[in-house]
């Protein structure tokens, strides 16, 4: 089993910048392919960046291309989210998911197997 724990939400003005951090547990955090997904309130959940297993491999959403980042440590078990230049319409929940087994990374949600349970970010105009 894997816990994945996100830290680094908050509330920052428009224009601003967070650090998001998802902290991994087990031994295998190396073959996670890892995303980052957020939800707002009345919302689905949306894709906003993917990196593989290796770390070679990023993709992000249209919606944030040019304003995340997106990061890992496999010495820490940690995968990190870089967000700058924040709008209002990035306000959401937003969560970490692991992909176990050394596979391709992808943007639908229901093909990760694991989750953690969210942070808020929450943008001020």
């Known amino acids: 089993q894997v816990q994945l724990v996100e830290s680094g939400g908050g509330l920052v003005q428009a224009g601003g910048s967070l650090r998001l951090s998802c902290a991994a547990s087990?031994?295998?955090?190396?073959?996670?392919?890892m995303a980052w997904f957020r939800q707002a309130p009345g919302k689905e959940r949306e894709f906003v960046a993917d990196?593989?297993?290796?770390?070679?491999?990023?993709y992000y959403a249209d919606s944030v291309k040019g304003r995340a980042t997106i990061s890992r440590d496999n010495a820490k078990n940690t995968v990190y989210l870089q967000m700058n230049s924040l709008n209002a319409e990035d306000t959401a929940v937003y969560y970490c998911?692991?992909?176990?087994?050394?596979?391709?990374?992808?943007?639908?949600?229901?093909?990760?197997?694991?989750w953690g349970q969210g942070t808020q970010v929450t943008v001020s105009s």
């Open positions: 998911a692991a992909r176990s087994g050394a596979r391709a990374t992808t943007r639908v949600p229901e093909m990760y197997d694991y």
């Open positions: 087990g031994r295998t955090f190396s073959s996670y392919a």
């Open positions: 990196i593989s297993w290796s770390g070679i491999g990023t």
